[in-house]
């Protein structure tokens, strides 16, 4: 187990250093680099920039070095001191713009995958226990569609109801008294009321596909000979499905919580952008726009480590869970 | 290799064979079809697909309007009905009713009321805007419309454009850059999974590696960051293979995940050895004798795939970083339905959304259908 915790954990490492080279090869991307539109924006302002500045700004960025140098600086400057670079867009560091979005996102990631797994399960067993009812054939077409709709079209409608119908505009994570004023109790509860449409739309597909999964895996094990053993003893219905079958359909997908997380990571900016929430999707989509690189970049690379981090644990509880993956390594 | 042999016997002595026998002589091929058939809803997929990438292939003729034609007394107009009855009873001859712009005099919107004093009686094949069919014939003919006044079947956009004409001409683009991205995607994992599986070794856990390494990566920030990066002064056809390009980049993974796999069972298979002894080269054990035992497979996962990549486009130019205007794709489409008061107000805007559905779904029933067909033995 030691091993293979070893030998995932060297993966991983390897793979934030390759992904950290990716994030960097997107920042370099745009034509023309970042300071001469940095040194341009402050003569715009009216700021003098003397040559001594701009060699010594030259200096804090690398520039002007050869290429693996530079990355050496900018990465240097993250890990030892957290310093992501400058947003010249918003004229302000990265750090300071990022980190609140980016701890938007996990809560609503997760709790987004919580929606999934508490929804799909029971679900999932309805619909292995009642096969070829009418509940299950509703379910079924519910999660083909689920599979099939696009969620920021799914945001769209759901906004679009809202509106019509109920007069209410569901944009936004917070109520306007609340987007400027600092964290509060208040601002928690408020934040909560408006998190629940985000939440379905960025569950549905994931639900959908769990569902699908669920039912599959249950109707195998429930046609296994040992059930028919146990309901041959007697043994009460609700005890026979919960105490092994259910347990052992559960496991696999469990253990892919990881997975899922990354999925819905992935699937997060195009739907905070339709529904306006402010988390890294719309900024980091609006720093791509207009360019602004080390704001994009430090988003992407920051959404990367959370998604490998998520295929870290999910190895991680495969492995406790199915001992042959261990015996395997 | 039994069921060849059969099937040739069952040529030999076509006279009589019961219906318990037909099983047995079918080929291959037969068996899938079948079994195919069986399957309600892939055969729904196919017959929806068909006419959908018909409808796209000849988009030039089946759309009403030209794309780009203005029609500035109908902004935002509503889609206009067809109706088959009016006061005077049942015609055969489906027709629309005109509508009329009014204001409303409280809150200035925009209201269409219809007058059913007049209406335009529609025509199979009737002669409208002119146009160059693959960009290779001219023509003017149009699979319907009205002789006079106007028939918008889906309402008009913002700048009053016929929005059906519009869906269609953006299937063209939305349902081809699946395929294209797929065939890309195709070739890269046959050619990249299948040196993994054959040659193992090193070669094996360094492809493995990268593989993992483009998973583990968020799909549509890297999708996004990489679109951006697309010049800005490109010509709308270098951006749409560009697009496409992005798309496989991802895409590739899988399908050389899958290739891989059953490359490694099957190169140990007796059949594989006989070839290698027989003294074929490494070439033609792969695509004469390998290969074709899991191409059905690959061509499940293909079906299965396609969905994945319409949406991926159809996102990408609904954030404004894909295909950009006056390009129309389902994504473009969409993005002018961005703005909820908008959409509250002409609920038809969505409209491109339900094409993308109704494709995705169609694709996922024939890849269902095809992959319980792949095994008809089951």
């Known amino acids: ?3 293979y915790f070893l030998r995932r954990l060297i993966y991983m490492v390897i793979t934030l250093w390759m992904v950290s080279i990716v994030a960097f090869v997107i920042i370099q991307l745009p034509p023309g680099d970042y300071l001469t539109s940095y040194i341009m924006e402050l003569e715009e302002e009216g700021t003098e920039v003397s040559e001594a500045q701009i060699a010594s700004l030259r200096k804090q960025y690398g520039l002007g070095q050869p290429m693996y140098s530079q990355y050496f600086h900018w990465i240097y400057n993250i890990v030892r001191y957290g310093n992501f670079g400058r947003s010249f867009e918003w004229n302000k560091p990265v750090s300071e713009l990022i980190w609140e979005r980016i701890m938007l996102t996990t809560i609503m990631a997760l709790l987004a995958t919580v929606f999934v797994f508490v929804v799909a399960i029971p679900i999932g067993i309805y619909s292995a226990v009642h096969q070829y009812s009418i509940t299950d054939y509703f379910f079924t077409i519910v999660g083909y569609t689920g599979l099939a709709t696009p969620n920021f079209l799914l945001a769209l409608v759901l906004m679009f109801i809202a509106y019509k119908y109920f007069g209410v505009s569901v944009g936004g994570l917070f109520s306007p008294e609340y987007t400027q004023v600092s964290w509060s109790m208040g601002k928690v509860l408020d934040m909560f009321s408006h998190l629940w449409i985000p939440i379905i739309v960025l569950g549905t597909a994931g639900t959908a596909g769990l569902i699908r999964i669920m039912r599959g895996v249950l109707l195998d094990e429930l046609g296994k000979q040992y059930v028919i053993t146990a309901r041959a003893k007697g043994v009460k219905e609700s005890t026979l499905l919960f105490k092994y079958p259910v347990r052992v359909a559960i496991n696999p997908i469990v253990s892919t919580i990881g997975w899922r997380l990354t999925m819905i990571i992935s699937g997060a900016p195009i739907v905070a952008t339709v529904l306006s929430l402010p988390t890294t999707g719309p900024l980091m989509l609006k720093a791509l726009l207009s360019q602004d690189m080390y704001l994009a970049g430090s988003f992407f690379l920051l959404l990367c480590i959370l998604t490998i981090t998520g295929t870290f644990i999910s190895d991680l509880l495969l492995a406790l869970v199915d001992p042959r993956i261990k015996m395997e390594s | 290799m039994t069921n060849k042999i059969k099937s040739r016997k069952g040529k030999k002595e076509k006279a ?104 335009f009686p529609l025509y199979f094949f009737t002669h409208g805007s002119k146009y160059k069919l693959w960009n290779l014939f001219k023509g003017d003919l149009h699979l319907f419309g009205t002789k006079e006044g106007t028939v918008f079947l889906l309402g008009t956009d913002a700048l009053g454009r016929d929005m059906f004409s519009r869906i269609i001409y953006a299937s063209r683009i939305s349902l081809s850059i699946g395929l294209i991205g797929v065939f890309l995607s195709f070739a890269l994992g046959l050619s990249i999974g299948g040196a993994s599986g054959y040659y193992g070794g090193y070669l094996d856990n360094i492809i493995q590696r990268v593989i993992e390494f483009l998973r583990s990566m968020p799909t549509l920030p890297l999708w996004m960051a990489l679109a951006a990066a697309l010049p800005p002064h490109w010509s709308p056809i270098k951006v749409y293979f560009g697009i496409t390009i992005i798309l496989a980049i991802i895409g590739w993974t899988d399908l050389a995940r899958v290739v891989r796999g059953k490359l490694l069972t099957l190169r140990e298979e007796d059949f594989a050895m006989a070839a290698k002894i027989a003294g074929a080269n490494d070439w033609r054990i792969i695509t004469k004798h390998l290969l074709p035992s899991f191409l059905s497979y690959i061509i499940v996962r293909m079906t299965l795939t396609v969905p994945g990549m319409i949406l991926a486009e159809t996102s990408l130019s609904f954030l404004g970083i894909g295909l950009r205007p006056p390009v129309v794709s389902w994504g473009t489409l969409l993005s002018n339905a961005q703005n909820i008061h908008s959409v509250a107000l002409c609920p038809w805007l969505l409209l491109p959304g339900v094409f993308v559905i109704v494709a995705i779904l169609a694709f996922n029933f024939v890849g269902d259908g095809l992959r319980d067909a792949a095994d008809p033995y089951k």
């Open chain 2, 16 to 119: 009589e064979v019961s219906l318990e026998e037909k099983i047995y002589v079918a080929s291959q091929y037969q068996l899938m079809w079948r079994k195919f058939k069986k399957h309600k809803l892939a055969i729904v997929g196919g017959i929806i697909l068909f006419v959908f990438y018909l409808g796209a292939i000849l988009c030039e003729f089946v759309s009403p309007y030209d794309i780009f034609e203005r029609y500035t007394d109908y902004l935002y107009a509503p889609p206009q009905r067809i109706h088959f009855f009016n006061e005077e009873g049942f015609h055969l001859r489906p027709f629309v009713y005109k509508i009329k712009l009014e204001m409303d005099p409280t809150t200035w919107q925009r209201i269409y009321k219809i007058d059913r004093t007049e209406k």
């Open chain 1, 1 to 3: 187990m030691l091993y």
